[in-house]
């Protein structure tokens, strides 16, 4: 049977761990060339490739910091030069850095805003352009190219002592939808994933100890936390043509997080 993804080239930013790993070892089983990206852990990202090959996938590892521009023209570059085009882009890379709103540095904001909401578009303009010069192969996808930004149930829940993850993550939602009105005419689709707790290092604290987990489990529904592999299937899924009429929306894999589970027995 031919693989979902077969023959296309998927970049994945922020592959070295966590949803991003994830999300390259699912494309990868799903038949796509995967571009590791990274930006400071090369020996992760590596073993990365290593694993993908193990399982008879294919790829490369590419480093570069999303929210540098001359960086991301080059991961395109390099990519385009190896593989011909890009089909797919996974616009994962993100990162917290936490702190009470009144004593949030400029630094602090700066960082986040511009590795989780200017790394998108610097990516998405990135792969918008080579979607709009390849067209569509219809061998390969009835789409001229797919993005996917991994955005969070933070797009839409306000999260104190989080301001500039919140709000980063709106303004992804926002991208996205832009992006996608923008471009939908040419069959390029842009769509989120919104992930709720999922079992990665950026969350740790929250699932570390077996105390730290059942206070989280007070907002899961489904009383378990989300592995990377549940943001695989769903990043495979938007990526192929199976998902070829959906664009523009958020499809949230947070077992019920936006449940108001406060409500459950309450109000
Ligand atoms: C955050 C995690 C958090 C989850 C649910 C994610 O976007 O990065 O730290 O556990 O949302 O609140």
Known sequence: ?????????????GASSGIGTGVAKALAEAGATVVVNYSSSADKAQAV?????????DGMIIKADVGNEAEVKAMFAETIHQYGTVDILINNAGLQKDAKFHEMTLDQWNHVLNINLTGQFL?????????????IVPERSKSAGKIICMSSV???IPWAGHANYSAS??????????????????????NSIGPGAIRTPINHAAWQTPESYQSLMKLVPAK??????DIGGAAVWLASDDSEYVN??????????????????NG
């Open 123 to 135: 990516c998405a303009r990135e792969a918008i352009k080579e979607f709009m010069r390849r067209g």
């Open 49 to 57: 490739l290593t694993e993908i090959r193990q399982k008879g996938g």
């Open 154 to 156: 933070h797009e839409v």
């Open 248 to 265: 523009g929306i958020t499809l949230f894999v947070d077992g019920g997080m936006l449940l108001y589970p406060g409500f459950e027995d």
């Open 169 to 190: 993550k709106g303004g992804v939602m926002m991208l996205m939808k832009s992006i996608a009105q923008e471009y939908a005419p040419l069959k390029i689709r842009v």
């Open 224 to 229: 378990r936390i989300g592995e990377p592999e």
């Open 1 to 13: 049977m031919t693989k979902k993804l077969q023959g296309q080239v998927a970049i994945v930013t």
